[in-house]
């Protein structure tokens, strides 16, 4: 993949609050945007927040929006993040 958009999740192989990012990431990884709504109670914010974090560290492009009012779902912002992330890495 050349980018990807995680909307209201996490790393793969999360399951709800019951996240752990792996220790180990490629250095490779696809540039990612991570959108998520603050009151998440399916899948807390804080582990899209360490899923971002790592990838930051790692120096994968990355950027975290998060919609302060909303749950889980589609924020507003996403149709136009998304698509404005995408035509970064056509």
């Known amino acids: 993949f050349r980018a ?3 909307q209201s ?3 793969a192989h999360c399951l ?8 180990k990431i490629s250095k490779g990884h696809a540039p990612t945007v991570f959108l998520h709504g603050k009151k ?10 360490d ?7 790692l120096g994968v492009e990355t950027k975290m929006i998060v919609d302060p009012d909303f749950g889980h779902g589609w924020i507003d912002a996403s149709p136009a ?9 056509l």
């Open 4 to 6: 990807l958009a995680i």
């Open 9 to 11: 999740g996490s790393y």
């Open 16 to 23: 709800g609050p019951l996240c752990r990012i792996p220790e």
């Open 40 to 49: 998440d109670l399916a899948v807390p914010v804080r582990t899209a927040h």
């Open 51 to 57: 899923y971002h974090e790592r990838l930051d560290r």
């Open 81 to 89: 993040a998304i698509t404005e992330w995408f035509e970064i890495y």
